[in-house]
C-alpha cells in the first residue's frame, strides 16, 4: 500500500494530512476552514459503550486499515524537522501556510 498512496490521511489529524500532502506535492500554500461543524455533537464519553462496541465489530477492517494508516501519520509527522514542526504548529493555529 505505501508504494501506492505515498501520503494518506485522517481527519481527527486533517491539519498535519494537509501539511504533508502540501509538501510532499509542493503546493503553494495551504488553507482549512471548518464548515458545515455539528454545534453539539455528543462526546464518546455521552454514547453507550455497548452501541460503540457493536459498531466496532461492524466495522472491523476498517479500524484495522484506520489504525495502520494512522500510526504510519504519526510516524511521518514525528519525522519531521524541527522547523516543519514549528510551521506545522502555525499552520494548525492559522488554517494557512504559504
Known amino acids: ?3 501506492h498512496y505515498p501520503i494518506v490521511g485522517v481527519t ?3 491539519h498535519e494530512s494537509v501539511y504533508l500532502l502540501k509538501n510532499r506535492y509542493g503546493w503553494k500554500s495551504a488553507e482549512v476552514f471548518r464548515v458545515n461543524a455539528t454545534p453539539n455533537r455528543p462526546t464518546i464519553e455521552q454514547i453507550d459503550p455497548e452501541v460503540i462496541a457493536l459498531i466496532e465489530s461492524l466495522v472491523e477492517h476498517d479500524l484495522r486499515l484506520y489504525r495502520f494508516v494512522r500510526k504510519r501519520l504519526e510516524k511521518e509527522i514525528e519525522r519531521l524537522p524541527h522547523w516543519k514542526k514549528k510551521q506545522l504548529e502555525l499552520f494548525k493555529r492559522e488554517g494557512r501556510l504559504d
Do not use: A, C, G, K
Open 1 to 3: 500500500m505505501t508504494e
Open 12 to 14: 481527527e489529524l486533517y
